[in-house]
């Protein structure tokens, strides 16, 4: 007779989730015992690490990613990344164990108390099966949850006893569909206030990413003879950065973001929030006389949005649709985008001076992963990004999510056969948070460099203070932290880089290597400001 853990794993198998992110417990053990040859079970040695490794494979693969934590405990070291989850809108079939049924009432050591409260409000939806014959059925649902737009995390708790249980008949498996087209009367009156625009801007954001759009994207910008800005702080790259169109990443700050876009009466922004901020600086949100379109799969976003007229519906859907129903302008070309200043030679490696090796040692194809906070600008003006799928980073401000999602990604490039390069670029500070990631990049022998710009400090937040005017906090810098042990201790192979040329050949090293390679690169300690 079937077991409710013999349906399960039929049912994980039916829906390709057959790598499992994971950090095993007492409550989870059940569950993994007997573990099928089919399946790849991927140890994180931190919980924060196995969410944001299943994040980086999900984005990639395009497919949700199975994480199993450890009760309360588990789920609560991985909340910080199931966060980043919800704001990335990566589709995470999250489960963790529950004690045993029979005892819950007593709450025995690792209960998890209001387990479906526990990871509110970060999931779309948590639940524990009233019956242990329902675990499959609730798989189910919290699949087809999991990947209907906006697509994000979803949580099942799984009491330890629930897996012996004689199954009741298997769930089917069904398939739902995972983008929407935007309603057509509306859509018609979004082409045609594009249409009659003196002068339209696009804003691009992670969505049309996501919804692999480049081209559609790239269509309407041409048909419009429109300028295209990357939506601020972006967690994925949508445009063609070395296009003549390209202006940018508009800044996260009100007034600011403003001034970019005067001189435009219409800015359409798609697949991103209305906006995604970070300092509080007074503004109005927008130029005076511009309107604002928004195009977002998700209502909650729309309704957030402070001005505007939004239209639901799935970015590629709603590009495509709009470059075919927009006439070709006839307009001169917007300005190209002022080229960065040279890079000044100096010992350390200024941020750009690092990046600007980068760049020049760039590999084809290659794929960054992104989480250096003081660094971004800097970053921003070396390195271009002219393919779909080629830039990562955490929508959600939360530091631990990069190091383990460029390890998912280096995975998922080795598990669908792509081979892109994985560059991660990890500020010294940031190192900390899922260090342990390194370990699995090691036992799975993945081809990852990961460099770590050292400037001993938590720069971004001597910059936030100066912006503030709130001197005097403490605990911003980092001392005697020795990058090159740590990696070492976790089977990484290492090379500091304190020039470009040596980065450049480390860097090539690295990718050519079959296991991680950590790359501390010296910089300068003064702080870039934050805007
Ligand atoms: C989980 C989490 N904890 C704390 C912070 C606050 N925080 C934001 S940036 C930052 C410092 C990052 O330092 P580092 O990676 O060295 O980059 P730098 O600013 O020096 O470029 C901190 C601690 C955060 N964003 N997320």
């Known amino acids: 007779m079937a077991t409710v853990r013999d349906t399960t794993y039929d049912l994980l198998r039916a829906l390709g989730l057959t790598t499992v992110f994971g950090n095993p417990g007492s409550t989870e053990e059940p569950f993994l015992h007997a573990f099928p040859d089919d399946f790849h079970y991927v140890l994180a040695l931190h919980e924060a690490s196995a969410v944001g490794m299943a994040d980086g494979y999900a984005q990639v693969t395009g497919a949700p990613a199975h994480v199993n934590l450890h009760t309360a405990p588990g789920t609560g070291n991985a909340m910080g990344n199931i966060v980043t989850a919800w704001h990335n809108r990566t589709p995470l079939i999250v489960t963790a164990g529950q004690q045993t049924r029979e005892m819950l009432l007593l709450e025995p050591r690792l209960t ?177 006389g511009a309107r604002l379109l928004h195009v977002t799969d998700d209502p909650e976003e729309a309704a957030r949005a402070p001005v505007g007229d939004s239209l639901l519906g799935d970015a590629g859907l709603t590009l495509a649709a709009l470059a075919d129903l927009v006439p070709p302008a006839d307009r001169p070309a ?117 460099v770590v710009p050292v400037n001993q400090q938590y720069a971004i937040l001597k910059a936030f203070a100066e912006l503030k005017q709130t001197p005097g906090v403490p605990g911003l810098d980092l001392p005697g932290i020795d990058v090159t042990a740590i990696a070492r201790g976790y089977g990484c192979a290492t090379t500091v880089a304190d020039d470009p040329d040596q980065l450049g050949e480390a860097l090539a090293t690295a990718l050519r290597a079959d296991g991680p390679t950590v790359l501390p690169v010296p910089i300068r300690t003064d702080v870039p400001p934050i805007l």
């Open 112 to 288: 998890a108390r209001h387990p479906t409260e526990l990871p509110q409000p970060y999931v779309k939806w948590a639940h524990e099966p009233v019956r242990a014959q329902d675990v499959p059925a609730a798989l189910m649902r919290a699949y087809a949850t999991a990947i209907q737009p906006p697509t994000g995390p979803v949580f099942l708790s799984l009491p330890l006893d629930d897996w012996a249980q004689p199954a009741d008949p298997p769930p089917q498996a069904r398939t739902v569909a995972t983008r929407f087209a935007p309603d057509p009367e509306r859509l018609r009156q979004f082409a045609a206030a594009l249409a009659t625009s003196r002068s339209p801007a696009l804003v691009y954001g992670a969505a049309v990413d996501r919804a692999g759009a480049w081209e559609a994207g790239v269509a309407l910008a041409e048909r419009l003879i429109a300028p295209v800005w990357s939506a601020p702080a972006p967690e994925r790259t949508a445009f063609p950065e070395n296009h003549p169109h390209f202006r940018g990443v508009l800044p996260f700050a009100i007034g600011p973001l403003a001034d970019q876009l005067r001189g435009h009466d219409t800015v359409l922004v798609v697949g991103a929030p209305v906006f995604r901020y970070y300092p509080h600086v007074p503004g109005e949100t927008l130029p005076d």
């Open 334 to 450: 917007p300005p190209a985008r002022p080229a960065p200043p040279p890079v000044e030679d100096s010992s350390p490696l200024s941020a750009d001076g690092l990046f600007a090796a980068l760049a020049r040692h760039w590999p084809a194809d290659g794929v960054l992963v992104q989480e250096s906070p003081s660094n971004l600008s800097a970053l921003r003006r070396r390195l271009r990004f002219d393919t779909a799928g080629s830039y990562f980073t955490m929508a959600s401000g939360g530091l631990g999510y990069g190091l383990p999602a460029a390890v998912g990604i280096a995975l998922a490039q080795r598990d669908t056969g792509r081979h892109r390069p994985v560059i991660a670029v990890i500020g010294d500070g940031s190192f900390h948070y899922s260090v342990q990631a390194l370990w699995t990049a090691s036992q799975l022998r993945l081809p990852l460099a990961v």
